[in-house]
């Protein structure tokens, strides 16, 4: 409770400075994941995505679809997800044999794992972008031109030009991708107005640093400063350091993991900064994220001291320093976050 009535005025600010998130598009993919364990054994798996979130999800020992978002039995009737349901579990099975038989067309191959990527995207401006595509074990293999509704091999072999021929011949396959993109199409504007507030989900980054393994004091080596920042949503983010208020460029001294998930759909990321040691330069790490408005979190790199022979009097004055430290924190956290420079801007 306390702590909410503290976080009360950073949320007011954020709120106030925030501008509007606008994403230049949106993209709906529908998956499947099929494993050829032999000619007589396939195990097939589905999945929609809108952006990072999953919306529906397929298993085919039944083949239903589950809806896993509040919106996400928008855009069509009962009855035409109950004919959608069918159309793809149709369709699977006709895929299954046509694999099938364009792998002992090629003695076997068995087992291997196809994904099949259908996906549309749904620009600002109105106008959208339809793509269907297959990969074999992980490598892409072949995709579907939705303008002219011919397939096009993505690789030179045999294999692959072959099952480009058995496709092309197979009219009906054709139509129902171009159905199913045009469903995806319509599906699409229907989430981005129901899900909207799942789309416009905001969650503030949460940044720590710290050195690692900070070597003991009078080596040479260079200190290794790590700035973790966790929590936050969507995936875009900027993450800086600055030496003495200046932002470090590009280079060999900076490292990052890139952007990982969480299992809780945010994002974390690490930056790492390689400092010479005892420059007497000042270190902080900046981060700019949407959820934060035109603001910065700023954090420093507190720098500890080396136990010194005033071992009692350091304690002492640490206690105090710790006692005035949460005075100022809990002061400044009343007024504003200190760390939150307003006036910067985002990426
Ligand atoms: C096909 O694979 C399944 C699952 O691995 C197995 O249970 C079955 O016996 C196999 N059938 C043949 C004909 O090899
Ligand atoms: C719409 O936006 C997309 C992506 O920003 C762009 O590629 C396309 O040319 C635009 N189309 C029109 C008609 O403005
Ligand atoms: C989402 O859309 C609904 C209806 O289209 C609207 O009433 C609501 O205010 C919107 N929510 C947000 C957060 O934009
Ligand atoms: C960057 O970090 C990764 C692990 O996070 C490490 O494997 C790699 O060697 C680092 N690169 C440099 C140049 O330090």
């Known amino acids: 409770m306390l702590l909410a009535l503290l976080l009360l005025p950073w949320a007011w600010g954020a709120l106030a400075a925030s501008p509007p998130v606008t994403p230049a598009s949106v993209t709906l993919r529908l998956l499947h994941i099929d494993v050829f364990h032999n000619a007589s054994s396939t195990d097939m798996q589905g999945m929609a995505l809108l952006g990072d979130l999953e919306t529906h999800s397929m298993d085919c020992s039944t083949c239903e679809i589950r809806f896993l978002q509040p919106w996400a039995r928008q855009g069509l009737t009962p009855k035409q997800w109950q004919d959608l349901q069918l159309l793809i579990h149709r369709s699977l099975f006709s ?109 503030r980054p949460v940044a720590v640093v710290f050195a690692r393994a900070p070597p003991p004091a009078g080596t040479p080596a260079p200190v290794l400063l790590i700035c973790r920042v966790t929590g936050f949503y ?95 924190l809990w002061r400044s956290r009343r007024r504003d976050y200190q760390d939150v420079r307003p006036g910067q801007s985002s990426p």
Do not use: M
Not at 183 to 192: D, R, W
Not at 248 to 261: E, F, H, K
Not at 285 to 306: A, F, K, N
């Open 95 to 203: 895929f299954s044999r046509t694999v099938n038989t364009i792998a002992q067309h090629h003695g076997g191959g068995y087992p291997f794992v196809t994904q099949g990527s259908l996906r549309c995207d749904l620009h600002l401006n109105g106008t959208s972008r339809r793509f269907c595509d297959a990969g074999v074990n992980g490598e892409d293999f072949i995709s579907f031109d939705a303008d002219t509704g011919k397939w096009v091999a993505r690789r030179g072999d045999k294999l692959a030009l072959y099952a480009q021929d058995v496709l092309n011949q197979d009219k009906s396959t054709a139509s129902v991708i171009q159905f199913l993109l045009r469903t995806c199409v319509n599906l699409i504007k229907s989430f981005v107005q129901h899900g909207n507030e799942s789309l416009e989900r905001q969650e």
């Open 234 to 328: 969507p995936r875009p983010v900027r993450v800086a350091w600055l030496q003495d208020g200046e932002e470090v460029g590009p280079g060999g001294r900076l490292n990052s993991s890139g952007i990982l998930p969480n299992a809780d759909l945010t994002y974390q990321l690490r930056s790492s900064l390689a400092v010479g040691p005892g420059a007497g330069h000042s270190y902080a790490c900046r981060v700019q994220h949407s959820s934060l408005g035109g603001r910065s979190l700023l954090i420093p790199w507190e720098q500890s001291r080396p136990w010194g022979p005033g071992l009692a009097v350091g304690i002492t004055l640490g206690v105090v320093a710790v006692a005035a430290v949460a005075v100022v």
